[in-house]
């Protein structure tokens, strides 16, 4: 008797994780429900990424309870046995459908702080996480008055959107009212066209090391994947340049990143999935930056399985269906990414050298074993200021810490890379 396969749904699988998610379902061997726009479908979707669903359902995010109310009928009739978001921007509806649909998933009464950073940094107060100060504004008074207080530099970031996109550190009011209107213009998700909430968040600026913790949620019992180094760039910007993956901070700095990032995830309600947490290493301890309920971007979940042989998206999967998820290691090396980035704006003439780089294969080997290019010749680029301003990523593998950052960092340096202004 042929065992029928379990149907799983992921709401808008068209970014950088649900692609890692759709992935790791197809290696599962589930049935994928994906739920997007029609639009979206019929001109982003490339064929590869569409041979790996196995049905559609098209609906329309921007207007939320049409959608939930869609969304769940779907899942009724066809008999949806685990709902995962595969976007950002649709982690609360996400929860809102499993709930609806009696599923594993998050405390729903919550669900919205999954969406909008003043509502979790409330919670992060209620519950004691040590995080940066931070006040809420709406108004250019609100937001002037409010740097004031906390004292220049600042941070100014929007509370809904994603990516580092439209986060600045400013360090005048002149600074202050440019980052405030750029947000202001910035009030719809790309590629839906979701309204974004219009609270804006202005914070102490944090320095110190920035690293990541995935963690796997099942039944609240809270396990940690991984801790990531992260690099990121310098001045106004915090766009991601690069990760390396199991952290090299001493066992001390990981158990206090460890606790941290429990209490961050039990107060908001997380309860049956993943979440991507990012931490600040400051001279007063740990501080959460925020926690995205939802695979991790930047290739995290390629370095994860890389690394340590565990595979993010299946974990996550698992705990959309009930089942404890698999959270041992099977592999114990470094992996490492770094993005290739451009040092000005321009026009992309060339991207050459890359066939100097030598890939190995990954079972066990040290060495490159991914390279992708995104960006095309004759596109416009400019200087990273989010994670969206990326050409295209390096990914290595070995034994040793250094050796991984080393050999990403050697074979950037063969690409190259020609602009024209």
């Known amino acids: 008797m042929v065992q029928e396969k379990r149907k799983i749904m992921i709401i808008e699988p068209h970014c950088s994780g649900g692609i890692e998610l759709l992935k790791s379902a197809r290696r599962m061997g589930v049935e994928v429900h994906a ?6 479908y019929q001109h982003s979707y490339s064929d590869a990424v569409k041979e790996m669903i196995d049905y559609t359902l098209f609906t329309n995010f921007c207007e939320e309870m049409e959608a939930v109310s869609d969304i769940v009928a779907y899942g009724k009739k066809v008999g949806i046995e685990g709902v995962v978001a595969g976007f950002e921007f649709v982690t609360d509806l996400a929860v809102k459908v499993a709930n609806e649909l009696h599923l594993p998933t998050h405390d729903v009464s919550k669900c919205e702080a999954l969406r909008r950073k003043d509502l979790m940094h409330q919670f992060f107060a209620e519950h004691q996480v040590s995080c940066a100060k931070t006040i809420v504004v709406q108004t250019w008074d609100e937001c002037s008055t409010a740097a004031l207080e906390i004292g220049y530099p600042v941070v100014i970031k929007p509370s809904s959107n994603a990516g580092s996109c439209s986060v600045f550190k400013v360090s005048s009011v002149q600074e202050l009212r440019k980052a405030f209107e750029i947000i202001r213009q910035n009030n719809v998700e790309f590629p839906h066209d979701m309204p974004l909430d219009d609270h804006i968040l202005i914070q102490e600026y944090l320095s110190g090391q920035e690293v990541s913790v995935e963690v ?4 609240g019992e809270i396990s940690v994947l991984a801790i990531t180094d992260k690099m ?7 766009a ?3 990760h390396t993956l199991p952290s090299h901070l001493d066992t001390l700095e990981q158990k206090k990143i460890t606790d941290m990032t429990k209490c961050a995830v039990r107060s908001l309600g997380l309860n049956n999935g993943i979440a991507h947490v990012e931490v600040k290493l400051t001279q007063d301890g740990a501080k959460i930056i925020e926690v995205g309920a939802r695979m991790p971007g930047g290739k995290i979940p390629c370095l994860l399985l890389h690394a340590c042989g565990m595979d993010e998206g299946i974990i996550y999967i698992q705990t959309s269906l009930g089942r404890c998820p698999d959270v041992s290691p099977r592999n114990d090396q470094f992996a490492a990414i770094r993005f290739i980035t451009s040092e000005k704006e321009g026009v992309i003439e060339s991207i050459g050298r890359l066939e100097e780089i030598q890939k190995v294969s990954t079972d066990g080997q040290e060495g490159i074993v991914d390279i992708e290019i995104y960006a095309r010749e004759g596109e416009k680029i400019g200087v990273p200021i989010n994670n969206i301003d990326r050409i295209g990523h390096i990914i290595s593998v070995s034994n040793h810490y250094e050796k991984a950052s080393a050999l990403c960092s050697e074979a950037l340096e063969k690409i190259e890379l020609k602009i024209a202004e």
């Open 35 to 40: 739920v997007t726009h029609e639009d979206l």
């Open 216 to 219: 796997a949620i099942y039944n």
């Open 232 to 238: 990121t760039t310098s001045g106004n910007h915090f």
């Open 240 to 242: 991601e340049i690069g």
